[in-house]
């Protein structure tokens, strides 16, 4: 911190950089592929300052990666409630918890690869009459098409008596199973002081209807065998209606290699072969699509 400036122009002001937050969370799902996020944040270091500032009034949100996406994208971010085009933060500010307005990011992933994330996130529903300053609540989204597409936001906090409440630090366990599985610290003042204030460290069971599980396992799988591929490999797929399917075939730096297209395959199971021989040895992913949803695995060529 005696060191370190960000002013690059020379004007005694630093420069604000993009980073993240510290929050960076990584789960492997049952296919080995990592999957990774983290929210937002910006930096600056004036010119012989000795701490590094940061900036809390950020919204831009929580980034999503997994293996076989070239750059991470924004997934989600603290909501406009009210639908005012802004995030109304009352005088006394918020307890920022060195974040902006969402962050502390948590991922699990069930039998079927579905992915699921909690968060904490300025809720501005909550009171703010006590303490003039937001409250924070955790979230939960999931995604069932490898991290397309992600689901409207729930929250563990709900009206009335989550007005009332700050909730933070929200760890999800890796393994879903029937239900997700969530703690997280609770109390009644937004920020980290807790003097005179009882704090709790809450459990929840969150469950997920099987049904929903089993529809998504069985409209839309895929796989290959061998894997590893020497010079074929075979991607096995099934699909529940009639779907125009693209595979594409991309490295780890999000390179596309090959692409197959498929036209009016009506539902059932396919074998589709694939030519490997020409790729040099290393991982890649291959990724299925039918209009509506992706799905990627990871391959290995010899």
């Known amino acids: 911190p005696t060191t370190m ?3 690059t122009t020379g004007d005694g002001i630093g420069e604000k950089i993009e980073s993240n937050s510290g929050d960076v969370t990584v789960t492997i799902d049952n296919n080995n592929i990592c999957h990774v996020a983290f929210s937002h944040m910006f930096i600056d270091e004036d010119s012989g300052a000795t701490n590094v500032s940061f900036h809390p009034d950020d919204n831009t ?3 999503y990666w997994h293996e076989g996406m070239s750059a991470p994208v924004i997934i989600v971010a603290a909501e406009d409630f009210n639908g005012n085009g802004m995030i109304d933060i009352p005088t006394m500010g918020f307890g920022n918890y060195n974040l902006g307005f969402i962050g502390q990011p ?3 992933i069930d039998a079927t ?3 699921f994330m909690t968060y904490s996130a300025i809720d501005e529903r909550a009171d703010t009459t006590t303490h003039h300053m937001a409250m924070r ?3 939960v989204i999931g995604s069932f098409n490898g991290g397309n597409t992600w689901t409207n936001p729930f929250t563990l906090n709900p009206s009335p008596w989550g007005d009332f409440q700050e909730g933070v630090w929200p760890s999800m366990a890796t393994a879903v199973d029937n239900s997700i599985h969530i703690v997280y610290q609770r109390d009644l003042v937004p920020g980290y002081s807790l003097s005179g204030v009882a704090s709790d460290i809450v459990y929840v069971s969150l469950q997920i209807p ?3 599980k089993e529809n998504i396992l069985s409209d839309f799988s895929i796989s290959n065998y061998p894997n590893p591929a020497k010079d074929f490999t075979t991607i096995s797929l099934s699909i529940a209606k009639t779907s125009n399917v693209r595979i594409e075939i991309t490295n780890v730096l999000g390179e596309i290699k090959n692409v197959i297209n498929k036209t009016a395959l009506v539902k059932g199971n396919y074998n589709i072969p694939l030519n490997v021989s020409h790729l040099e040895s ?4 291959y990724t299925v699509s039918d209009g509506e949803r ?6 290995i060529v010899e």
């Not at 290393?282 to 992913?285: E, K, M, T």
């Not at 992706?294 to 391959?299: D, I, Q, T, Y």
């Open 294 to 299: 992706s799905v990627s695995r990871k391959m």
């Open 113 to 115: 690869n579905a992915i």
């Open 61 to 63: 949100g929580l980034y």
């Open 5 to 7: 400036n960000t002013d």
């Open 210 to 212: 099987m049904a929903i």
């Open 106 to 108: 948590s991922i699990g």
């Open 282 to 285: 290393g991982i890649y992913f």
């Open 137 to 139: 609540h955790v979230f």
